[in-house]
Structure formats: structure tokens, C-alpha cells
């Protein structure tokens, strides 16, 4: 008898590739751009790119920073494949860029089952068990902030949903 691996259900994308960063609302740019400054330091250790300071400056840093480097840590090191995360300056989302929001967002409206999906779709089971407690714990941290990422639905994609304003000062983050 041969035995199948068990396969995750990830749940439907509900953030489009290639969205306009625009149409996000503040605590998604956070998310987005904490990432992608994540990714350059990491990419460049020399540059002196910080990526912690706009968590600090939402006032979840305490807790927010040592989750985010805790999950992308196992993220980092056990991921199934690369992960497309744009440039600092790109003005639109990519694939993965999408799930950490849909993944934080999930966690954030009590759907974790559904959060392990998206992780799953980065790591194997092992360490999807590890990346949970730090994903719940920078949820929760941006939670406290209030910088809730909206539990958006597919139903209502890029095309038929208008973002709700932005804190002025997200205009400079890009």
C-alpha cells in the first residue's frame, strides 16, 4: 500500500500578484515594507539597511521585531523555494508578499488552521510547527498596535474594493 503525502489546503490568494501597493491600507505597507527592507539587509549586510525601525515607530516593535525575525528566520532557512519579495521600490505585491498578509491577517481574525495553510505553502510540516508561534506573536503584537490587516475575501479582489485611507505618512513609505 503506498501512502500519499498529506497535502495542505492552502487557502485561496485573495491579495492579486502585481497589486497596486496603493490600494493597501497602512498595516499592510507595514507588513509589505518591513519584508522587503528584511529581505535587503539580508541580501546586503553591509548596507546598513535597518528593517526594524517602522515596526519601533508603530509602537508594536517590542514584540513585533523578534517575531518577525524569529518567523522569517525558519522561513529563511526551511523554505521549499524562494521567496518573491520585490524590491524596496516596486509599487506593486508580489505572490509571497501577498501570503505573509493573508497569513497575518488570518491569525489576526482567529483563523489559524487556515494560517498554517499559508505556511505550508513555504515549509514543510516541521517547520510550519516552528513559524507558528512567532507568526501568531507578530499578529498579535500588530494587533495591539492597531494595525489590524483586513480579512479581505476573494469575492471582493483588487477590481471591486476601494482601500479604506491610509495614514497620511504611508504616502512616503516606497
Known amino acids: 500500500m503506498t501512502v500519499m503525502p498529506f497535502e495542505a489546503h492552502v487557502p485561496q490568494r ?37 528593517w526594524r525601525g517602522g515596526l519601533a515607530a508603530s509602537g508594536a516593535g517590542c514584540c513585533a521585531v523578534p517575531a518577525f525575525d ?27 508578499e501577498g501570503r505573509l498578509l493573508q497569513l497575518v491577517s488570518l491569525l489576526q481574525h482567529g483563523r489559524a488552521w487556515e494560517a498554517r495553510d499559508v505556511l505550508a505553502g513555504w515549509l514543510a510540516p516541521a517547520a510550519v510547527r516552528l513559524a507558528v508561534f512567532p507568526a501568531k506573536g507578530l499578529a498579535a503584537a500588530l494587533a495591539r498596535a492597531d494595525l489590524v490587516v483586513p480579512l479581505r475575501h476573494r469575492m471582493t479582489g483588487a477590481a471591486g474594493r476601494r482601500a479604506e485611507p491610509t495614514h497620511r505618512g504611508s504616502i512616503m513609505v516606497h
Open 14 to 50: 485573495v491579495y492579486l500578484d502585481n497589486e497596486p501597493l496603493a490600494r493597501l491600507h497602512t498595516s499592510e505597507l507595514l507588513l509589505v515594507t518591513t519584508l522587503r527592507l528584511f529581505a535587503a539587509a539580508h541580501c546586503h549586510p553591509d548596507s546598513g539597511i535597518d
Open 70 to 96: 524569529a518567523l522569517f528566520g525558519i522561513v529563511a532557512a526551511t523554505a521549499r523555494r524562494s521567496l518573491d519579495v520585490r524590491c524596496r521600490h516596486c509599487p506593486s505585491l508580489s505572490h509571497d
